[in-house]
């Protein structure tokens, strides 16, 4: 099946709306009919800054880097950039096509 994939990059303390960016992306997509989405944490990053960002067990709560990451149709990902855009808000995205399917 063909489909896009959406990776959003974020701050884990980009907040919008009273609630973390990533929390509110993912809801926003759930409304849209979006199928699934998944947030995840990176354990080190960097941006293009070029500052490091690296999770240790005493690091400040907040500095760590989210992806938010979807597949979807290519309607539904324009939609969703649409949104986000209206919102005003500023994050780095990628957008490509894939094969999608499922297994057994």
Known sequence: MQAWSLRLYLHESNRHAGQPTWE???EQARTLGIAGGSAFRAIAAFGRHG???E???????GQSTIVVEFVLDAEQS??????IEAERIALFYLRHAVDCGTTG
């Open 24 to 26: 509110w992306l993912l």
């Open 51 to 53: 500052v490091l960002s």
């Open 55 to 61: 999770q240790h067990f005493f690091e400040l709560a």
């Open 78 to 83: 324009a939609q969703l950039l649409a949104l």
